[in-house]
């Protein structure tokens, strides 16, 4: 699979050169290694990229909120001018700015699509989730600084960087912007050289040489054909054609010099959260009683789950099976609800039952107001699926108890008394009755487990 190098342009300052940077970097790589794919990404919500290079009127393919959506990248890049490629930026990012709550979201999306060559974001003036989703997938920040305050601003980049346990490495600065005319006395000759001393000071590394401010450049972006022309045809006498060559040339560097792609390690992560998600689930599989709890028979036989009804656990997590589904519901009518006829399969009731018992959770045990006492006796509740109870009815124990015994006696003490310990259940899909061990529905019943014990406390 093809890992492209990302490469994000990011201030949070406006008006510092990032869209100038973005879009003349990608016809720059292009001009000096035309085999190497550049496809550029737009998170601002003009159309910079698009009215540079699309070709002709040509409808687009798709737009960037599509690949947010799932999208694959093929199905939305667009061939433009100079051989770059890109994907149409959206007028309302806004909706997919509050939907993007993680910063790996793009990463992701990157990491599963098959993208070669070197990818370039150009993002708003905001550290949003966007911008942050754009940081955090990058192997190369460029971060234009044309004054103090830009340079000041940086502080939330890095900021970013450390929270998210990111490599500073990342992050470069390009003073752009810069008016060669302004002369200093001193050490520093420009205000290039200055802003690179605060920033070395500072910690913060700096590309080679700086863009400088000019008009030409400047009168790129205004004509009465509403295009915005490259530099690189329409700016080569301008010492900035110079500078963006240079620019070019390191950044192709960096990309050939680099050996750990950033999508890479997030693959392989990827792939290693997996397997351990994938670990856990044989574990808790492995753990599981081979038999049913009420009436003996085998329900797992070499890892195989038969036809079962109910999942069980002990609440402190120390045993845990399935239930054959007609056992379960025999013995709660019985006891709980003094049926006491065989109920069949099919009949209304135990198909009331069932239907009840999707979305709920049950518990079996000592009521808490009873706990201590001599006199023992037995509650069977039900829970929503937030684990928030919704009844519960409370017997004395059973002279004969029969199946129910059994399962009791795992949560009974040496001297078979109930204690504190109770038995958590929950429907299971026979089909997929191991769904319920996957870490999320796990977790999930663990949170409602832990709710659970709460209202079960004694008050
Ligand atoms: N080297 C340059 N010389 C002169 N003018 C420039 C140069 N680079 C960019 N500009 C001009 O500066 C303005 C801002 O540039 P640009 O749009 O690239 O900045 P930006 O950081 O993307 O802005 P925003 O934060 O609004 O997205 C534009 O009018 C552009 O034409
Ligand atoms: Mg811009």
């Known amino acids: 699979m093809a890992t492209p190098y990302i490469i994000t342009i990011s201030s949070e300052k406006g008006g510092v050169g990032k869209t100038t940077v973005a879009t003349n970097l990608a016809i720059y790589l292009k001009a000096l290694q035309e085999d190497l794919p550049v496809t550029l990404f737009s998170f601002d919500n003009h159309f910079s990229v698009d009215k540079m290079f699309r070709i002709g009127k040509s409808q687009p393919a798709g737009n960037i909120a599509e690949f947010f959506a799932g999208r694959p990248l093929r199905e939305l890049i667009e061939l433009g001018q100079f051989g770059v490629q890109f994907i149409s930026s959206?007028?309302?990012?806004?909706?997919?700015?509050?939907?993007?709550?993680?910063?790996?979201?793009?990463?992701?999306?990157?990491?599963?699509?098959?993208?070669?060559?070197?990818?370039?974001?150009?993002?708003?003036?905001?550290?949003?989730?966007?911008?942050?989703?754009?940081?955090?997938?990058?192997?190369?920040?460029?971060?234009?600084?044309?004054?103090?305050?830009?340079?000041?601003?940086?502080?939330?980049?890095?900021?970013?960087?450390?929270?998210?346990?990111?490599?500073?490495?990342?992050?470069?600065?390009?003073?752009?912007?810069?008016?060669?005319?302004?002369?200093?006395?001193?050490?520093?000759?420009?205000?290039?050289?200055?802003?690179?001393?605060?920033?070395?000071?500072?910690?913060?590394?700096?590309?080679?040489?700086?863009?400088?401010?000019?008009?030409?450049?400047?009168?790129?972006?205004?004509?009465?054909?509403?295009?915005?022309?490259?530099?690189?045809?329409?700016?080569?006498?301008?010492?900035?054609?110079?500078?963006?060559?240079?620019?070019a040339q390191q950044v192709l560097d960096d990309f050939r010099m680099e050996r750990n792609f950033r999508l890479d390690t997030v693959r392989l992560e990827t792939g290693r959260q997996e397997v351990s998600r994938a670990g856990a689930l044989a574990l808790r599989k492995a753990q599981l009683r081979t038999d049913c709890a009420l009436c003996g028979r085998t329900v797992i036989d070499s890892g195989e789950i038969a036809e079962v009804g109910y999942y069980w656990e002990v609440n402190d997590g120390t045993a845990a099976g399935m239930l054959d589904e007609g056992c379960f519901s025999a013995s709660i009518f019985q006891h709980f609800f003094r049926s006491s006829r065989e109920l069949p399969a099919d009949d209304p009731l135990r198909e009331l039952f069932r239907e009840s018992t999707q979305r709920s959770y049950f518990a079996l045990c000592q009521p808490p107001e009873t706990r201590g006492h001599f006199r023992q006796q037995l509650a069977f509740y039900r829970f929503d699926d937030e684990g928030l109870m919704l009844?519960?009815?409370?017997?004395?124990?059973?002279?004969?108890?029969?199946?129910?015994?059994?399962?009791?006696?795992?949560?009974?003490?040496?001297?078979?008394?109930?204690?504190?310990?109770?038995?958590?259940?929950?429907?299971?899909?026979?089909?997929?009755?191991?769904?319920?061990?996957?870490?999320?529905?796990?977790?999930?019943?663990?949170?409602?487990?832990?709710?659970?014990?709460?209202?079960?406390?004694?008050?």
């Open 90 to 247: 959206h007028r309302d990012l806004a909706p997919l700015r509050h939907s993007l709550q993680s910063p790996d979201i793009l990463t992701r999306l990157l990491a599963a699509n098959d993208l070669p060559g070197v990818i370039i974001i150009d993002t708003r003036p905001d550290l949003d989730p966007l911008t942050g989703n754009a940081l955090y997938a990058a192997d190369r920040v460029i971060v234009p600084v044309k004054d103090m305050p830009s340079l000041e601003n940086c502080r939330n980049l890095y900021a970013f960087f450390d929270q998210h346990g990111l490599s500073r490495k990342a992050l470069q600065l390009l003073p752009c912007l810069i008016d060669s005319r302004v002369r200093f006395e001193g050490p520093f000759k420009d205000s290039s050289q200055l802003l690179k001393a605060y920033a070395i000071n500072r910690g913060y590394r700096c590309f080679n040489g700086h863009i400088s401010k000019s008009p030409k450049v400047d009168s790129l972006n205004t004509n009465p054909e509403g295009k915005i022309y490259p530099i690189l045809t329409h700016g080569r006498g301008t010492e900035v054609h110079a500078q963006f060559t240079q620019l």
């Open 391 to 459: 009844s519960r009815k409370v017997i004395d124990p059973p002279a004969s108890p029969g199946q129910l015994g059994r399962l009791l006696e795992l949560i009974q003490d040496d001297g078979r008394r109930l204690g504190e310990k109770f038995l958590i259940l929950r429907r299971v899909d026979s089909d997929f009755a191991d769904a319920i061990l996957l870490e999320e529905n796990h977790l999930r019943l663990r949170q409602a487990t832990e709710r659970i014990t709460q209202q079960l406390r004694p008050r």
